[in-house]
Structure formats: structure tokens, C-alpha cells
């Protein structure tokens, strides 16, 4: 938890500050889009009521699963959790971006699917759901067209009802709430806190995902365009929005949204290795080196974007940047020990024989542990982060 506390205090903070003479600093605006290069599909764009949209068949077997006496007299927030361990015990995680109709009506689907039957069960008992990013073990879903897709982990807080103080923060009001996570046996370190607005977001970012991978950038385009409305300064639909315009040829575009991206977002692993890539292309050398910099410095514990940039880094044989990206990625994530061989492939690269002979023998150290001995491993590194 301690990544959102400081986000607290400074919200705090500038509330008990607003009569200061000092002016908060203006963000800009979402730079233009050039729609004129897109066939819009906004009319095949699902709502967000739509995602969460329960079918009557739905409704009424939760219904009667609350009525039941036994669970009548629980709280809400208990109801929800009951309702949806006993109607997932055979979810199959397929790995695909259904509706909360959907997901339950096949009994699988994705994290972020999961998160979205919670959100859509927890609304129709009235429940207050929040969402926190959980990150866990890089795993690479999908390569293709220079794609990288990852898996995603997100858990889902039931806060119980608390009429008396229906307008308190629920970080802050006291209420005991339940914590609903499929993945509990994943090696999750906890990520920070995000509303509904993000997780919106995060909805359209997936399915928008799904279309890049597709090649369909037009209706990519409007996938990003639906969640931008939700949150504009969200980094996957900033970089995937400049990253649609660079294929239509607008690289104009491409550069504003990178550039206002890394001035709203504190999320930057991705867009300055996007823009890197950006201006590598267009020969712009200078300011190619000056990102690549920025991106070298950078101390972010995100751990997907380090691991796969570095893997980027050892397939065009920049071997001296694989090794200082695999080396941010395992120092959050020491535990994951095919990390341990890449980073001794890029070591052995520059002719450090030594340093590569001491990551291999910590990657067989880590492999030949059994699973759970891995797990109690990162547990007590998260432990001693705290």
C-alpha cells in the first residue's frame, strides 16, 4: 500500500491548500486526433452499460440466490462475494475480453472479465466495488506485428453499505469490506487503487488490444477514442492512440501525443520506448538519444514494460541497455528466473564473463525451487519493500 499513500496526502494536501496564491500548474489538453485518417466505428463500440449489462435470466437467479435466508441476512457486500464463489468455481480463464453477460454464460473469460462480472453483480445489489492493480509474473500471451500482449491482474474490494455516511471517501470511512481475487496463488505485489473511470479505461485499452492485433486500426481507433472520454490521461490508450497514427503514416500526431503523455502521466516506461522507436525511425538521431536517456534513468517498479523492452533490446543487440532494463525489471522482480538467463545472454554480450556466470547460477538457483518456495520468496521481498 505504500505507492498510495503519498497520492493521498498530496489529494490532502491540496484540499486544505486551495486559498494559496500559488497556481497549480495547467495541464494541457489531449493533443487532436487526425480522424480524418480513421473510418470511424462508433457504432460498434460497446457501451459501458452494455459490458456490465446483465441478461433478466441473470438478475433473477441472483435474486433468488440473495432470498435465501441464510444469505438474506448477510451484508451486501457479503452477498456478493457468496453469489460469485459459488457460481465460479469452474470459471475457465481463456484469456478473452467477454461482457459480464458473457463471462457468465460461458464461465470464462479474462481477469479483466472476471472484474467486470464483479463490477456488474456488485451494481445490481448496490455494492461499492473498487479495483486495485495487482502486478504479478511477466507472461507474454501473444507476439505479433511487433505486438507484446501481457496478462493482466486486477482485484476487486466489496465495501459494505454504510448509509450513515454515504458521502465519506471509502478509503478513509472505516467500512469493512471483502477482497475478491481469482488469482491468489500468482506471485501479486500490490499496485495502486484506481475508479471506475480507470477501469473503464482499462476495459477499452483490452478491447482495443484485440483490434491492434486484429490490424483493424480503425475501429482501434475508436475503441481508444470511447476510453479517453473515461480518462485521457490513461498511458496504454495515449501510447496505442500515437502508435495507430505512426501505422496510418501521421507521424505528426504520433510525436504531440507522446509528448503530452509524458508530461501527464506518471506511467512513462512504455511511451518513451515507443517514442524512442518513433523518432529511430524518422532518423531523428539527437532527440532519439535524448529519450533513450531519459528511459535509461528512469526508476519506475512496473515490472512487464522493463522485462520486455529489455527483451527488445537484446534482439536488435543493444546488449549494454538489455542489461540495465533486465537488471530494473529484477530488482522488483528477482523471483522470475528466465529474467536471470536474458540478462547473462546480454552480459556475456559486452564480455562480462563473470557477471554472466553469476545470473546463470542465480537463474538455476531460482528454477530448480519449487513453486511455493518462489512464492514465499517474493512474498518476503514485498514484505521488506513495505
Same mark, same amino acid.
Given at each position: 500500500?505504500?505507492?498510495?499513500?503519498?497520492?493521498? %496526502?498530496?489529494?490532502?494536501?491540496?484540499?486544505?491548500?486551495?486559498?494559496?496564491?500559488?497556481?497549480?500548474?495547467?495541464? +494541457?489538453? =489531449?493533443?487532436?486526433?487526425?480522424?480524418?485518417?480513421?473510418?470511424?466505428?462508433?457504432?460498434?463500440? +460497446?457501451?459501458?452499460?452494455?459490458?456490465?449489462?446483465?441478461?433478466? %435470466?441473470?438478475?433473477?437467479?441472483?435474486?433468488?440466490?440473495?432470498?435465501?435466508?441464510?444469505?438474506?441476512?448477510?451484508?451486501?457486500?457479503?452477498?456478493? $462475494?457468496?453469489?460469485?464463489?459459488?457460481? !465460479?468455481? *469452474?470459471? *475457465?480463464?481463456?484469456?478473452?475480453? @467477454?461482457?459480464?453477460?458473457?463471462?457468465?454464460?460461458?464461465?470464462?473469460?479474462?481477469?479483466?472479465?472476471?472484474?467486470?462480472?464483479?463490477?456488474?453483480?456488485?451494481?445490481?445489489?448496490?455494492?461499492?466495488? %473498487?479495483?486495485?492493480?495487482?502486478?504479478?509474473?511477466?507472461?507474454?500471451?501473444?507476439?505479433?506485428?511487433?505486438?507484446?500482449?501481457?496478462?493482466?491482474?486486477?482485484?476487486?474490494?466489496?465495501?459494505?453499505?454504510?448509509?450513515?455516511?454515504?458521502?465519506?471517501?471509502? =478509503?478513509?470511512?472505516?467500512?469493512? $469490506?471483502? %477482497?475478491?481475487? $481469482?488469482?491468489?496463488?500468482? @506471485?501479486?505485489?500490490?499496485?495502486?487503487?484506481?475508479?471506475?473511470?480507470? =477501469?473503464?479505461?482499462?476495459? @477499452?485499452?483490452?478491447?482495443?488490444?484485440?483490434?491492434?492485433?486484429?490490424?483493424?486500426?480503425? $475501429?482501434?481507433?475508436?475503441?481508444?477514442?470511447?476510453?479517453?472520454?473515461?480518462?485521457?490521461?490513461?498511458?496504454?490508450?495515449?501510447?496505442?492512440?500515437?502508435?495507430?497514427?505512426?501505422?496510418?503514416?501521421?507521424?505528426?500526431?504520433? #510525436?504531440?501525443? @507522446?509528448?503530452?503523455?509524458?508530461?501527464?502521466? #506518471?506511467?512513462?516506461?512504455?511511451?518513451?520506448?515507443?517514442?524512442?522507436?518513433?523518432?529511430?525511425?524518422?532518423?531523428?538521431?539527437?532527440?532519439?538519444?535524448?529519450?533513450?536517456?531519459?528511459?535509461?534513468?528512469?526508476?519506475?517498479?512496473?515490472?512487464?514494460?522493463?522485462?520486455?523492452?529489455?527483451? #527488445?533490446?537484446?534482439?536488435?543487440?543493444?546488449?549494454?541497455?538489455?542489461?540495465?532494463?533486465?537488471?530494473?525489471? !529484477?530488482?522488483?522482480?528477482?523471483?522470475?528466473?528466465?529474467?536471470?538467463?536474458?540478462?547473462?545472454?546480454?552480459? =556475456?554480450?559486452?564480455?562480462?564473463?563473470?557477471?554472466?556466470?553469476?545470473?546463470?547460477?542465480?537463474?538455476?538457483?531460482?528454477?530448480?525451487?519449487?513453486?511455493?518456495?518462489?512464492?514465499?520468496?517474493?512474498?518476503?521481498?514485498?514484505?521488506?519493500?513495505?
Amino acid at each position: 500500500m505504500r505507492r498510495i499513500l503519498p497520492t493521498l %496526502v498530496l489529494l490532502l494536501t491540496s484540499a486544505c491548500s486551495s486559498s494559496s496564491d500559488h497556481k497549480r500548474p495547467v495541464k +494541457p489538453d =489531449f493533443p487532436q486526433t487526425n480522424q480524418q485518417l480513421f473510418s470511424e466505428k462508433i457504432a460498434q463500440v +460497446p457501451s459501458i452499460n452494455s459490458l456490465i449489462s446483465l441478461t433478466p %435470466v441473470q438478475i433473477l437467479d441472483i435474486q433468488r440466490f440473495v432470498g435465501r435466508e441464510e444469505i438474506a441476512e448477510l451484508p451486501k457486500n457479503k452477498q456478493v $462475494y457468496e453469489y460469485l464463489s459459488k457460481n !465460479l468455481v *469452474n470459471f *475457465n480463464y481463456e484469456g478473452e475480453n @467477454y461482457s459480464a453477460s458473457l463471462a457468465m454464460d460461458k464461465q470464462g473469460g479474462n481477469c479483466m472479465s472476471l472484474a467486470l462480472l464483479t463490477y456488474a453483480v456488485a451494481k445490481q445489489l448496490g455494492v461499492k466495488a %473498487v479495483f486495485q492493480v495487482m502486478y504479478t509474473e511477466p507472461m507474454l500471451l501473444e507476439v505479433t506485428a511487433n505486438l507484446a500482449v501481457t496478462s493482466d491482474h486486477v482485484r476487486t474490494f466489496l465495501y459494505e453499505e454504510d448509509t450513515d455516511q454515504p458521502s465519506k471517501s471509502f =478509503f478513509f470511512s472505516g467500512r469493512s $469490506y471483502l %477482497v475478491l481475487d $481469482y488469482f491468489p496463488g500468482r @506471485y501479486d505485489r500490490p499496485g495502486k487503487i484506481i475508479d471506475e473511470n480507470q =477501469f473503464v479505461a482499462m476495459l @477499452y485499452r483490452n478491447l482495443a488490444a484485440d483490434a491492434l492485433l486484429n490490424d483493424d486500426l480503425d $475501429y482501434a481507433y475508436s475503441l481508444l477514442t470511447s476510453g479517453i472520454r473515461y480518462d485521457e490521461e490513461y498511458a496504454p490508450l495515449i501510447s496505442m492512440m500515437a502508435i495507430i497514427h505512426r501505422r496510418k503514416g501521421d507521424v505528426a500526431t504520433a #510525436d504531440k501525443l @507522446y509528448r503530452y503523455g509524458l508530461e501527464v502521466t #506518471d506511467s512513462k516506461i512504455s511511451l518513451l520506448s515507443n517514442y524512442h522507436y518513433l523518432l529511430s525511425k524518422q532518423g531523428n538521431t539527437l532527440q532519439a538519444a535524448g529519450i533513450k536517456q531519459q528511459l535509461l534513468a528512469l526508476e519506475d517498479t512496473s515490472p512487464y514494460d522493463w522485462y520486455l523492452i529489455g527483451q #527488445d533490446s537484446l534482439h536488435t543487440g543493444d546488449f549494454k541497455s538489455a542489461e540495465i532494463y533486465l537488471s530494473k525489471f !529484477l530488482k522488483n522482480t528477482p523471483y522470475y528466473h528466465q529474467a536471470y538467463f536474458d540478462l547473462a545472454r546480454a552480459q =556475456f554480450a559486452q564480455g562480462k564473463q563473470a557477471l554472466a556466470a553469476s545470473s546463470i547460477k542465480q537463474a538455476i538457483e531460482i528454477a530448480e525451487l519449487s513453486k511455493s518456495q518462489r512464492r514465499y520468496k517474493a512474498k518476503l521481498l514485498w514484505l521488506q519493500q513495505m
